[in-house]
């Protein structure tokens, strides 16, 4: 493990990726003591330019409000739904590649079809369909993230499963007379968490980008301060105030970045054959 | 003060008309035209909306139009009468013209679209000609109109130019009207006849050969073109691909910025016979709504003077109910209004016993803003922040537009909506609906807000029969004075459409409700 870490700290990608997200979760625990105020109340007249306004030093929205405050709850609502979604997700594949991967024969043929029927699927049109059918509340759009995310990571731990179930120290358990579920969560899930935990970041990439698309469509939450909505909120003036769009547009970038390269770090430093050389 | 400029570039173009009149038409060219929300039917005589109009509007014709005055101008109906009882109004149809497949336009065809179309199907249609019983046609070219109560003529003319189009009987005598092929390829005798329609992208008409009035129209072609995105419709309009954006259709940020290039017109001229109001609908399902005391405190709430100066510009102001200033004959002075005022807001809601609780909230409301028009949204939010100030939380939902009307005519499954009620040329063509009780679960755009008020239903039903002008004047006063008394919904907004002209464009704007007309002498300067 300190090895691990030590190989994450060596490696200045990682290290930045690291610095972005927190810097973001910073910004999500500042809000609430920076900006007080509702973030989605009028604070002035709509469109001022970043600068023009020593009061709204990032300009205001079509709708009179502070894209700076904005910006900074925005932080909380896209790292909630990254966490939350991946959470849904990862809950939902590791067990059913678990179950896959462990077992194997009819079990697993007829999960890994389900899961390909569901990878067949374009995930944001599925995602279109449950938001139209449960509505977009921000909890129905976060599970609903998480829902239509979860096969790629069944797909890798029923790989991971099928490698190590067969390995001497899960047959050593087996014969001590362990039952299935000790062997699976005790004995091969620990050994293949790391490359989902690494995937896992994908995940929560993915998420914070289908929230923003939703929202770029006006279809997810109007009632929080998303990143996303800000930036379907701008689509009307890009000609003009483009700056509407492009400040959230940016904080996106920088997150998805930071947690591509967090994930590409923990990538390296929790694999042995990199690590070990 | 960008806003400020565009208004007076507006007021000069007027300024400028009478010069460009005396030009000499030139035959030719094509128009394309920025079509905006796609339609399941083109035809007229079957929806009364300006989606429909923009379209078939060129290729079907009314009994009657307004001219530029805003006085009904003969088209199909060369002449008209009313018995002194009003129970009989009887048209003189012009002789000579054909439909766009050769066969002739009769009395027959009259009689049909208003039977079977007008007083069946047509939206606001079925309101308006409720009384119509029969018919009559003695000759071709005579329509007799039998109602059972009087038919003010007025109303009849005012309402025949958006509720009078009319239809070939021969094309939709046999099968289910709503299913006949013509109703996305329409027959009609207007100036421009169906070519081709491509969902998603474009519409194509060409000039009518045979058209009645001679040597007209001047245009070879009409084109519509299918753009959704805002931003992607101006980008067309500055490149010359699209000619005319009607309806509002731009983001309101591109009609400022598109009204100081001298390329482009911007401006409500031609669009005077299309006011609409914004609404705040309330439901009474909802006992917290029933109460007068929080519909008027919410009312007071809403500080809309600020809102139309910062979020809406020049073609919006205040209104004052459900009859705007725009109607010259209706429009009543000195109604109760509810001025921006949040300590009596405050103090109402607190009459109304909806103390504040924790965090200073008081209740919670959901709003369902309609998914056309960018002010619905801006006012949507709007209206969320300000009544948070007054300790009333309040949820947006969005839907999509069959979601939306499902959501709030037919469910009624909502606590506040707010969209568009569009006002044409009588309050009894599309406004009285609104509050009269009565209308089927469903109708969108109806009174289904779960009140009803039977003061108001015999006011309605006396004015729609009234022939004397001035009676029928104080009836719509006393109307207008019961809705905002009782306030089942609230107008405060009145905006005028905002038309997006190219100015290589001559001979348009000239009458008002000129998006919707024929565009028989529209024509395109080199």
Redesign the interface.
């Known amino acids: 493990m300190r090895r691990a870490l030590a190989a994450y700290a060596r490696n200045p990608a990682a290290l930045l990726g690291a610095v972005l997200v927190l810097m973001v979760l910073g910004m999500g625990l500042a809000a609430p003591l920076l900006f007080p105020q509702d973030p989605l109340g009028l604070a002035g007249r709509p469109l001022q330019w970043p600068g023009a306004n020593p009061r709204f030093p990032l300009g205001t929205d079509p709708s009179g409000r502070d894209i700076m405050a904005q910006l900074f709850h925005g932080a909380r609502v896209s790292l909630l739904i990254g966490f939350v979604a991946t959470l849904v997700a990862s809950a939902i594949g590791i067990a059913i590649g678990a179950v896959a991967g462990f077992y194997g024969g009819w079990v697993d043929t007829l999960l890994m079809r389900v899961t390909e029927a569901f990878q067949t699927l374009p995930n944001f049109l599925l995602l279109l369909v449950l938001v139209a059918v449960f509505g977009s509340h921000i909890n129905t759009v976060t599970i609903a993230i998480g829902l239509v995310s979860w096969p790629p990571v069944a797909r890798l731990t029923r790989a991971e499963f099928l490698t190590l179930r067969t390995r001497e120290f899960v047959s050593a358990a087996r014969v001590q007379g362990l039952g299935d579920i000790h062997l699976m969560l005790r004995e091969v899930l620990p050994n293949a968490l790391p490359p989902v935990i690494v995937y896992a970041s994908v995940v929560m990439a993915v998420a914070i980008l289908l929230e923003s698309a939703l929202a770029f469509l006006q279809l997810s939450d109007p009632n929080v301060p998303s990143w996303g909505n800000l930036i379907g909120l701008g689509r009307n003036v890009l000609r003009v105030e483009w700056y509407v769009s492009a400040i959230p547009g940016v904080a996106i970038l920088l997150t998805i970045l930071g947690v591509s390269l967090m994930g590409q770090g923990l990538n390296d430093a929790l694999n042995p054959r990199i690590t070990g050389k | 003060m960008n806003r400020r400029e565009t208004f007076l570039l507006a007021g000069s173009s007027l300024v400028a008309l009478p010069a460009i009149a005396q030009e000499t038409p030139r035959r030719g060219g094509v128009m394309t035209v920025h079509f905006a929300t796609e339609q399941r039917i083109l035809n007229p005589s079957l929806q009364a909306s300006t989606g429909v109009y923009i379209v078939g509007g060129k290729i079907q014709e009314a009994l009657v139009d307004l001219d530029a005055a805003g006085n009904p101008t003969p088209v199909l109906a060369e002449s008209w009468e009313s018995s002194p009882d009003g129970k009989t109004i009887t048209f003189k149809l012009r002789a000579g013209v054909t439909w766009h497949d050769g066969k002739p336009f009769t009395s027959a065809d009259v009689a049909f679209t208003a039977m079977e179309m007008w007083k069946k199907i047509l939206n606001y249609g079925t309101t308006l000609q409720l009384y119509l019983t029969a018919v009559d046609t003695p000759d071709p070219l005579t329509a007799v109109f039998r109602y059972e109560r009087p038919m003010p003529l007025g109303l009849l003319l005012r309402a025949l130019p958006d509720l009078g189009y009319i239809s070939p009987k021969h094309i939709y005598e046999t099968g289910d009207i709503r299913q006949n092929p013509a109703n996305t390829a329409p027959i009609g005798t207007g100036p421009f006849r169906f070519v081709q329609y491509e969902r998603g992208q474009f519409i194509i008409a060409e000039r009518n050969p045979n058209y009645w009035r001679p040597n007209l129209p001047y245009l070879d072609r009409v084109v519509w073109r299918v753009v959704g995105d ?2 992607a419709a ?2 067309q309009m500055e490149a010359g691909q699209i000619l005319f954006s009607p309806y509002s259709a731009l ?4 009609l400022q ?1 598109l009204g100081r290039d001298p390329r482009f017109e911007v401006t409500t001229r031609g669009n005077e016979g299309n006011a609409r109001t914004n609404t705040l609908e309330f439901n009474f399902r909802n006992p917290i709504l029933a109460d007068i005391r929080v519909r008027q405190a919410l009312a007071h709430a809403l500080n809309i003077p600020f809102f139309i100066e ?2 809406l510009g020049p073609f919006a102001k205040p209104g004052t109910g459900p009859i705007p200033s725009v109607s010259t004959d209706y429009y009543p002075a000195g109604m109760p209004q509810y001025p921006f005022d949040a300590a009596r807001a405050n103090r109402l809601l607190d009459e109304a016993g909806h103390r504040r609780g924790a965090g200073g909230a008081r209740f919670s409301l959901r709003l369902h803003p309609a998914p056309w028009g ?1 002010d619905i ?2 006012f949507a ?2 209206i ?3 009544l ?1 100030q007054v300790g009333v939380r309040v ?4 839907l ?1 537009a069959a ?1 939306w009307l499902r959501t709030i005519y037919n469910d009624h499954n909502f606590d506040l909506a707010s969209g568009w009620h569009q006002y044409r040329s009588d309050p009894a063509v599309s406004t009285t609906v609104w509050y009269r009780s009565g209308s089927p679960v469903g109708a969108p755009w109806t009174n289904q807000w779960g009140w009803s008020d039977p003061t108001i239903d015999q006011i309605i039903d006396n004015a729609a029969t009234e022939l004397d002008v001035g009676r029928r004047r104080a009836l719509y006063a006393d109307f207008v004075r019961r809705a905002q008394t009782e306030l089942p919904l609230w107008m405060p907004i009145e905006q005028i459409f905002v038309s997006v002209f190219n100015r290589r464009l001559r001979n348009v704007g000239n009458n008002p409700r000129w998006a919707s007309s024929s565009w028989h002498d529209t024509w395109l300067a080199s």
Do not use: H, K, M, Y
Request: charge should be negative; charged fraction near 25%.
């Open positions: 805002r931003a101006a980008a983001a309101i940020s591109d910025r910062n979020f960018e949204s801006l939010t709007f969320q922040q300000s948070s949820e947006i939902v969005r999509d979601g």
